[in-house]
């Protein structure tokens, strides 16, 4: 049986590889406390066989959602190699340690946005965004921008993956991976 971390892996180097814009970029489905579904793109920025990392704001609305239902589904769509993964399964924190880490390896003017930004907030106007970043980079000038305590990173849990791979006539192949304990099954599904 095919191990699909060891899967993902080679996809995703194809990917990285092939794929013009965004190999990282991945949809996030989330589904808030009264089961309003929601999705929009992140950028996966780690995985292993514990899951798949992404980071934000975790005052924003996907923050919200998953502070009220810990589950997620993940979708890599690569249009150059006519192949996506979904990925479902439980949400927990990456720590503060795993977290501090990423964010000093962002550049300075994406850490200062990250602290002038009320993600999924109502913003006036441009103008205010922006005069915020200059507030920021006049706080933290000299120095290094510390990770901002609303921000930090989440791990989506693999239970199911599934390997889509487009074939002729919509005759496509659909390799189904659901996680059992330590182990994986590993299946078929009709496209």
């Known amino acids: ?5 060891t899967l993902f892996d080679t996809w995703y180097a194809e990917a990285k590889a092939s794929e013009p814009n965004d190999p990282e970029a991945m949809a996030l ?3 808030d406390a009264g089961g309003q579904p929601s999705v929009r793109m992140v950028l996966l920025k780690g ?3 514990d899951g798949f990392v992404f980071y934000t704001n975790r005052e924003g609305r996907k923050a919200g959602d998953l502070a009220a239902n810990m589950q997620a589904g993940l979708l890599f769509h690569w249009k150059s190699l ?4 979904r990925i479902e399964g439980p949400v927990s924190l990456a720590g503060d340690a795993e977290s501090d ?6 550049g300075r003017d994406s850490q200062l946005g990250a602290w002038a930004s009320d993600q999924s907030r109502p913003l006036a106007d441009r103008e205010t965004f922006e005069a915020r970043v200059e507030e920021a ?3 933290f000038e000299g120095g290094p921008v510390p990770r901002p305590p609303f ?11 599934e390997f889509w791979q487009d074939r002729a006539h919509r005759l496509h192949e659909r390799r ?7 182990d994986w099954s590993e299946g078929l599904l009709y496209p």
């Not at 006519?82 to 993964?85: D, E, L, M, T, V």
């Not at 880490?101 to 962002?106: G, I, N």
């Not at 930090?152 to 693999?158: C, D, E, F, L, S």
């Not at 189904?176 to 330590?182: A, K, S, V, Y």
């Open 137 to 139: 980079r006049a706080r």
């Open 82 to 85: 006519r192949r996506q993964i």
């Open 29 to 31: 489905a989330t589904v």
């Open 101 to 106: 880490a990423y964010f000093a390896s962002r």
């Open 47 to 49: 995985h292993g066989p």
């Open 151 to 161: 921000w930090g990173g989440y791990r989506v849990t693999p239970l199911r993956i």
């Open 176 to 182: 189904l991976f659901t996680r059992n304990g330590e």
């Open 1 to 5: 049986m095919t191990d699909p971390m």
